[in-house]
């Protein structure tokens, strides 16, 4: 099988399950590093998540994204050095926020691009 303008052949078959099962993994990565107040990891995870459904995103969302990461990745260096310094870890409000936001936000967008539930226009549709 090829696609047109294309002169490769295609695999019958594709690693969704495997995407699926990678942003799960990351998600729950978001999940254990937020609720151990683990502001390095939680964002470096919201990074990889981020990584895996750009492909997903509009431009716009993107350039956000990328907004988001110049302004926050200052701040994330900063409390990284000083725990690796002092072993002492202090969380600005409006970082734990700005990161708390950036994962609703990643979470919106496989949402609506359908990652998280099958989308079906009909209720009965979606049963099967």
């Known amino acids: 099988m090829s696609f047109e303008g294309e002169n490769r052949e295609k695999s019958e078959f594709n ?4 995407y699926l099962n990678r942003i799960n993994i ?3 990565s978001c999940d254990q590093a937020s609720i151990s107040l683990d502001v390095y990891s939680w964002y470096h995870s919201l990074l990889a998540t981020m990584r895996e ?3 997903w995103m509009k431009e716009e969302e993107i350039k ?3 907004d988001s990461i110049k ?4 701040a994330i260096t900063k409390i990284y050095k000083k725990v690796s310094t002092t072993g002492m870890m202090e969380i600005p409000h409006d970082i734990y926020m700005k990161l708390h936001n ?3 936000d990643l979470r919106s967008v496989a949402k609506k691009s359908g990652l998280l539930m099958k989308i079906a226009d009909d209720a ?5």
């Open 15 to 18: 690693m969704a399950v495997s």
């Open 102 to 104: 950036m994962e609703l």
């Open 124 to 128: 009965f549709d979606a049963l099967k």
């Open 64 to 66: 956000k994204f990328n």
């Open 71 to 74: 302004e926050i990745n200052p």
């Open 53 to 55: 459904l750009s492909t």
């Open 26 to 28: 990351l998600l729950s």
